[in-house]
């Protein structure tokens, strides 16, 4: 017996199943595919117009033509809705159309009358062809950026689709329920690195922003002095889109004359089959400057798992054959046979987030830093000197144990364990004698500064909060003007000068660091340049040479400088977007971290010496000894003594802050970045390119590049090793 038809009825719940399901699919997918890519295509448009000159990058493309061409179409839409509601996109095409034939007709009236097209097609008239002619540049530059966001959104898609088509009805609300908080936290991660973005330039990653989570509480005070209408909307705007574009959708579903569902779902796998195929075709040619873009912000949390690719291996095998870069655990000073009988004091100076060419020791033109030129001039400048890491503690570890510095996760965990297994240099010289002292105009209460500084057992520690304060300003949030370390710090000195006893003091200045603020006592001025930020970090360093101006000045009238070694030097650099980001945490480019050092040692040195080679914070402690007449002997320093030669070919390292995130070599005239196959790895002539800004690994033997990435990953393998406890079961696979 033939069962009775279906009818329209009884296919109506069916219908209707089917229509709410693919109003989900749509509801969850839409809104994060228009927030993802809008946020990645406003990001590359706004470096590009940064990286090109507007009037042949995009100044083309917001001529007078686009807005005539906008307002005909909106105006023409208008007119069609309500005269020809039922034809109105008609009405837009005609309008097009009529534009088309009038820029057709103005070239053959050209053609005729002898008018050279090239003189032509530079007038206005041809702005459509102008504007051709920049997509046809942007458009693979787009293809290349949005790769990883297709790649991600098409697997977004297909996991939404799946889940929804194989949920059964009665747990169809829950799992609606879950999507839409899934939809809320990636469209508030997206939020925030945006938020992120807006204010350094710097695309998120999971390290970062796990950094962020576990320094939490010393970093919320500092990010409410950030907060202002471009953070908030940064941070606001993409959940807003996110959710106004899921409430349309659902609004769309919802209306009566929608009839049947459609087909979308059918077609939904051959849809989403043309943006995966797409993701994995790689567009040529590839413009490194646009690299930081690539990666999704998504799939950029990755990171977060703790797992080692196939090279990431292999160095760790590799770096455990060879001997450890440095140990102090067993180190003993001794006299050597020259040593003079009344030991140099020595005094470390170490200037917050000064970059070289932002000195007047390095560019005389600017005129920031005139007292320090001028004490250049009476002893020695170093040329080339470097940061290892752009961060503070780093710096102190690099300046004051003589050691390449660890990335953050494992000298975190070694400065807070209280070890006191590698001797720095104020318990070194403690066994020959000196008073030691630690001053800083800055709170020791970031991440590990604390433990780290009472770890190098200074006989005296004094910072911001420790410090007399009266009279003196907190400028930033990090601590108190500079100012407020003279005269505790030439007291100090005066009591060691008055006892006769020999003596190390370092000395930390606090101005300078972001966001640039200088006490209002201090009479700011313009340098000349376009960009607020900078000049108010030069203001920063002109502030900061008037201090130390001071501080030198009371050691001569103590009597006490010509009897002492001065280094100084920074402690990293800063950048404030030469390749896009700004700040200089997470990146290795020489403007955060090539600094300026300084070093004067009356009858040692001659007044206009260059200490040439390739230098670096590591440096400092074998300088020191040799200049006291020391060695260390049981001990294995990375870094060579300033008052000798380096080879031509000596390497440098660099990392950036977070861990896995990017480092750099420095061998003679070449650089080699390495972003842990996030974006490709960069090379960089610095003889030829010293601003990093011609890439040119693309035209080197890919075994160079690979060799120089092992190179990379097993010098931090071996750097890491002494942070690592003594007891540490360090498993080699």
């Known amino acids: 017996m033939n069962s009775p038809p279906t009818t329209k009825l009884d296919r109506a719940p069916q219908l209707e199943q089917t229509r709410e399901r693919e109003c989900l699919v749509v509801q969850t997918t839409v809104p994060l595919v228009a927030v993802v890519i809008g946020i990645k295509l406003g990001k590359l448009l706004s470096a590009y117009a940064d990286l090109n000159d507007p009037r042949t990058a995009l ?20 007119v069609g809705k309500i005269v020809f509601s039922g034809r109105k996109w008609l009405v837009v095409t005609f309008s097009f159309i009529v534009l088309f034939l009038a820029v057709l007709i103005k070239l053959v009236q050209a053609m005729l009358t002898g008018e050279p097209l090239a003189a032509y097609y530079r007038r206005a008239d041809f702005w459509l062809v102008q504007a051709a002619m920049q997509l046809r540049l942007i458009l693979p530059l787009v293809a290349i950026v949005i790769r990883r966001d297709i790649m991600f959104l098409a697997c977004f898609a297909i996991f939404v689709y799946v889940a929804v088509r194989l949920t059964p009805a009665a747990y169809q609300r829950i799992l609606r329920n879950l999507l839409t908080i899934l939809n809320i936290v990636l469209l508030l991660i997206s939020g925030l690195e945006l938020a992120h973005y807006s204010k350094t330039g710097v695309t998120g990653t999971g390290r970062l922003l796990r950094f962020f989570v576990t320094n939490a509480a010393n970093l919320v005070p500092l990010l409410r002095t950030q907060i202002d209408l471009i953070s908030i ?10 959710l106004l574009i899921a409430f349309l959708v659902r609004r769309w579903y919802a209306r009566p004359e929608r009839g049947s569902a459609p087909r979308l779902t059918r077609a939904f796998a051959v849809v989403l089959a043309l943006p995966v195929a797409a993701a994995f075709i790689n567009p040529l040619p590839r413009d490194a400057r646009y690299d930081r873009f690539v990666d999704n912000t998504y799939l950029g949390l990755r990171d977060l798992i703790p797992w080692h690719k196939a090279s990431e291996l292999e160095a ?18 001794r006299a050597r046979a020259d040593a003079v009988a009344s030991p140099r004091n020595v005094i470390i100076i170490m200037l917050e987030s000064a970059r070289a060419d932002s000195t007047s ?29 752009p961060r503070t503690s780093a710096a102190w570890v690099a300046v004051l144990h003589g050691m390449w510095p660890s990335p953050d996760d494992e000298i975190t965990r070694w400065a807070r364990r209280g070890q006191l297994r590698l001797k720095s240099l ?71 000068s008055d006892k006769q006893t020999p003596f190390l003091l370092v000395m930390m200045t606090n101005i300078g660091h972001y966001d640039y603020k200088y006490p209002s006592t201090w009479p700011g001025r313009s340098f000349g340049t376009i960009d607020p930020s900078y000049n108010r970090y030069l203001n920063c360093l002109a502030y900061v040479d008037s201090v130390i101006k001071d501080f030198v000045t009371g050691l001569e009238k103590l009597g ?16 404030f977007g030469e390749h896009g980001p700004r700040g200089r945490s997470l ?20 007044p206009g010496t260059s200490i040439s080679g390739l230098r670096q914070e590591i440096d400092v402690v074998p300088t020191v000894l040799d200049a006291l007449g020391l060695t260390a002997e049981n001990a294995t320093l990375p870094g060579t003594s300033m008052f000798k030669p380096v080879s031509a070919d000596r390497a440098l390292y660099f990392f950036a802050t977070l861990d896995s995130y990017s480092m750099a070599v420095r061998r003679g005239g070449m650089k080699f970045v390495y972003n842990f196959e996030r974006t490709p790895t960069e ?17 080197l033997p890919r075994r160079t590049i690979e060799e120089a990435e092992m190179e990379m990953l097993v010098w931090r393998e071996r750097a890491s090793r002494p942070f690592l406890a003594p007891d540490s079961d360090i498993k080699v696979p």
């Not at 909307?233 to 996110?242: K, M, N």
């Not at 760790?316 to 000073?333: C, E, G, I, Q, Y």
Request: proline fraction near 7%; charge should be negative; charged fraction near 15%.
């Open 683 to 699: 090379a960089y002539a610095i003889d030829k390119d010293p601003a990093e800004q011609h890439d040119i690994a693309a035209t």
């Open 560 to 575: 006490v400088l010509r009897s002492s070694i001065v280094i100084i030097l920074g402690d990293h650099g800063e950048s």
């Open 587 to 606: 990146l290795v480019y020489d403007e955060t971290v090539k600094i300026p050092g300084i070093v004067y040692a009356d009858g040692l040195i001659p």
């Open 316 to 333: 760790m095998k590799l770096a455990s054959r060879l001997p450890v870069l440095s140990d102090t655990s067993n180190a003993v000073l």
């Open 426 to 496: 104020p318990a070194l010289l403690a066994t020959r004698g000196y008073a030691s002292a630690f001053f800083t105009s800055a709170h020791l209460t970031f991440g590990y500064d604390a433990p780290l500084i009472k770890n190098m057992q200074f006989d005296s520690v004094n910072y911001a909060d420790t410090l007399p304060r009266q009279g003196f300003e907190q400028p930033t949030y990090w601590g108190f003007e500079d100012r407020i370390m003279v005269e505790p710090s030439l007291d100090w000195v005066k009591k060691q």
């Open 233 to 242: 909307s940064a941070l606001v705007i993409p959940l807003s889109v996110g």
């Open 361 to 389: 020791v390095y560019d005389p033109t600017l005129g920031t830093t005139p007292f320090l030129a001028d004490f250049a001039s009476r002893g020695a400048v170093v040329p080339e000197m470097y940061a290892i890491i």
């Open 59 to 78: 100044g083309s493309l917001y001529s007078p033509w686009l807005v005539r061409i906008t307002v005909a179409a909106v105006g023409a839409l208008v």
